[in-house]
């Protein structure tokens, strides 16, 4: 089975016809009553595409159609633009492509090739389903999608550097916790040998003496390494712990994030595959988007402003924190902005590149090629930007 993939008005110079290899696979298809009766089952009812008439651009159709009993070839009806539905399935003989679903003379070759059909019934049900959504395909400008498209790895350049930004991470992430547990085991074996001198040293009650206790208890946690910075023992922690003074604001972010997501999930399945399965339950007139709780989720999009806002004022504190003005009053100009913002930018840098880049590398490397389908193809435009502008 070979994927292929139109759309019917795409202007060419020659119009695309049925091929005679399909033609002919139609004439066998319809002389086998087994082949025909899974068929006609396999795909989409003729009658649920009634309802795109009143709704074609936000109903989901009629159901695809038990397309996992299909034995023979999938096609998809919609689905070939950015903004358009999928709202039909058909099985097919795998001779036909999808510019053969697509050519003006499909149609007429299905009737007349179902003229020699041991089952005059069975055939004309198909064939008026095809009739259904070759008409619907002219109305909403969309084609088709046939077999399954599977996106092809490419080794070099960026499959390999993401390869071995992976390994390194790993084995970072490794050092990382095992260095600072043998750290912890070496400084309980001193504490055991000689307790008065344990964290007692003339640095530590320096830094005790002109720091806040925030300031103190935050950088004695601190390790010097950057190794300590993949300890997974230590991030776990980090996660669960509660901030007094800014918790109620991390509770809105967290909100926010929540929200956002919300409001994509809907998004995405509303304009991506197959739709909604229950339309009138949940678009307009009557469905779940016209109460108070459907337009909270149109309303995301504000959670955007809210989270960002929230950032924004949350990294402003951590540099008050951080670069305090009192505290140490014989820092000068110098010293004060033009060495500790710098740092504290190559900190944030350090902590956020690296889950960036194998956050954007999984999408690009990883993510593509965990499934197939028929409009998977759609990954090569998501793709090329990535691919083009990644240095």
């Not at 009806?77 to 053969?100: H, I, K, N, Y």
């Not at 669960?240 to 604001?249: H, K, N, P, Y």
Request: charged share 20%; net charge neutral; with cysteine.
């Amino acid at each position: 089975m070979t994927w292929s993939s139109s759309n019917e008005y795409e202007k060419t110079i020659i119009p695309h016809l049925t091929s005679n290899t399909c033609a002919q696979a139609l004439t066998e298809f319809f002389k086998s009553p087994t082949e025909l009766s899974i068929a006609a089952e396999a795909s989409s009812h003729p009658s649920g595409l009634e309802s795109l008439y009143s709704q074609p651009y936000v109903y989901a159709g009629g159901g695809l159609g038990n397309i996992d009993e299909c034995t023979l070839q999938v096609c998809l009806a919609g689905g070939t633009q950015r903004d358009s539905l999928t709202f039909a399935s058909v099985c097919v003989p795998d001779e036909c492509s999808a510019l053969d679903l697509a050519a003006p003379d499909f149609v007429t070759n299905i009737r007349l090739s179902s003229q020699s059909s041991v089952d005059p019934v069975l055939a004309t049900e198909y064939h008026g389903l095809h009739k259904r959504i070759a008409e619907l395909n002219k109305f909403l400008k969309t084609g088709w999608t046939c077999g399954r498209y599977t996106v092809p790895f490419k080794l070099f350049p960026f499959g390999a550097l993401y390869i071995i930004m992976l390994l390194l991470f790993i084995t970072l992430t490794i050092t990382g916790t095992l260095r600072k547990s043998k750290r912890k085991s070496d400084i309980k074996h001193e504490e055991e040998k000689e307790p008065d001198l344990a964290f007692t040293s003339d640095f530590e009650e320096e830094k005790k003496e002109n720091l806040p206790d925030s300031r103190y208890s935050e950088m004695k946690t601190l390790d010097t390494s950057l190794l300590s910075n993949w300890n997974i023992q230590n991030n776990i922690k980090k996660l669960f712990i509660r901030r007094e003074s800014t918790a109620f604001l991390d509770g809105l972010r967290v909100g926010s994030i929540f929200w956002i997501m919300l409001g994509h999930i809907m998004a995405i399945q509303s304009s991506a595959g197959g739709g909604y399965s229950n339309p009138p339950a949940f678009l307009p007139p009557n469905g779940l988007t016209t109460t108070f709780l459907g337009q909270l989720l149109f309303a995301s999009r504000f959670a955007v402003d809210t989270f960002l806002f929230i950032s924004g004022f949350l990294v402003v504190r951590v540099l008050c924190v951080k670069i305090p003005l009192r505290d140490r009053p014989n820092d000068g100009f110098g010293k004060r902005y033009l060495i500790n913002i710098p740092s504290l930018l190559m900190h944030r840098i350090i902590r956020i590149l690296p889950l960036y880049g194998m956050s954007l590398g999984f999408w690009v490397e990883v993510a593509p090629h965990l499934g197939s389908g028929p409009f998977w193809y759609q990954w090569q435009g998501l793709l090329a930007p990535c691919r083009a502008f990644a240095w």
